[in-house]
DNA sequence: CTGCATGCAAAATATTTGCAACAGC
DNA sequence: GCTGTTGCAAATATTTTGCATGCAG
């Protein structure tokens, strides 16, 4: 289905099907969450040829698309994922540099909160929330 | 006071109080959040000579020290500002850039619905939320 | 004096861009 | 064949590191 909606909305711009637009689609799908780098190495492990500038370009290409988005978790390190999976939040461990996801229905309270006090519309697929993770909580501090 | 509590907790260290220091946390104070750069800039004002690479070694001094922290807003930018300063969330227009910051009062039940189910703690210091300012909600789209 | 701190330059990373060769349609 | 795409290399931007000089204590 990935396939079939992104030859799709590149035809509607006269944009071209490239091998190399796929494989970059496919890795963000697989990965879940990944950054460029993550990205050109998942793709380098089915075609071994594709250059780390195609990587960047096609992700931005694909977020112009509307296809994946990206979001700024820890360490200013872009990650891009499909927007087609389910929207989510990240929770970062500052601790351990893990990511977990949690409903968004969480900050449903606070989206109205921040809409009718500030006229602030949050965008919850791009939020991340910074703290100590359950594990390093207990074991650390 | 912040030149006095400055001094202080770098003796009890045994560091060294410094111009360079000084003008780093005095920048950092006034700028309330601010890149590495636009930190470099505000003290070139003071004063020229400076070197960007201190003010690097500065910030990560300063903030092993407890006195400064960042958070990653907008662009992967690290944006340091003063821990005594009032806590606060930032919010991040992804259309103009701005920043604004609300208290953190909004994540109040946020917070505590994330500690009981998933045993996160949030940072709230930390917390940017991207999204769409009343101007720019208004504007466009 | 002694050793931490700074400035300078160069290295390591991350990302973007110019241009010629290539491939989709 | 026409034009968008790619790969390569070089340019930029950002942050880190090595080393000799300088200054706080």
């Known amino acids: 289905m990935s396939d079939a909606s992104l030859a799709e909305v590149l035809r509607a711009k006269g944009l071209r099907l490239t091998a190399q637009r796929q494989l970059v689609l496919d890795a963000v799908h697989q990965l879940g969450h990944a950054t460029p780098d993550q990205v050109h190495a998942k793709v380098s492990q089915v075609a071994a040829g594709v250059n780390i500038t195609t ?10 698309l509307g296809l994946v988005t990206h979001a700024h978790l ?3 390190a ?7 999976e ?3 939040v990240h929770l970062v461990c500052k601790a351990c540099g893990g990511v977990a996801e949690v409903s968004p229905s969480v900050l449903d309270g606070l989206v109205g909160a921040l809409e009718s006090s500030r006229g602030f519309l949050v965008d919850v697929g791009h939020v ?3 703290g100590l993770c359950a594990a390093c909580a ?4």
């Open 55 to 64: 990587v960047y370009r096609t992700l931005e290409l694909l977020e112009e």
């Open 74 to 76: 820890s360490h200013g």
């Open 78 to 84: 872009p990650t891009y994922h499909a927007v087609s």
């Open 86 to 88: 389910d929207q989510h």
């Open 128 to 130: 991340a929330l910074f």
């Open 138 to 141: 207990g074991a650390t501090q």
